[in-house]
Nanobody
């Protein structure tokens, strides 16, 4: 069984930065694709960024140039550096890990962008 634990959310002013972390525990034989999604109140969960085992990345258009995803395979962790945060970025951020046809989600971490 795989478990994901996110951390790093909080309150930040517009234009500020936050760094989210997600640590995976459990047994997997390969480095899985990991990513970040977010869900704002009243909206569907949406894709933010992903990173493959070899470091290839993909971003939602809304965060390109502001967010950076990275990973540390030795620590089974993925990170999301968020800069120039906007009120529209406010949401619960979820870590996702994909192993073949199985998907695992973390419990989410709240990001609030407000002055």
């Amino acid at each position: 069984q795989v478990q994901l634990v996110e951390s790093g959310g909080g309150l930040v002013q517009p234009g500020g930065s936050l760094r989210l972390s997600c640590a995976a525990s459990g047994s997997f034989l390969s480095y899985p694709t990991m990513g970040w999604y977010r869900q704002a109140p009243g909206k569907e969960r949406e894709f933010v960024a992903l990173i493959t085992y070899d470091g290839s990345t993909n971003y939602a258009d809304s965060v390109k140039g502001r967010f950076t995803i990275s990973r540390d395979n030795a620590k089974s962790s993925v990170y999301l550096q968020m800069n120039s945060l906007k009120p529209d970025d406010m949401a619960v951020y979820y870590c996702k890990l994909s192993l073949g046809s199985t998907t695992y989600w973390g419990q989410g971490t709240q990001v609030t962008v407000s002055s």
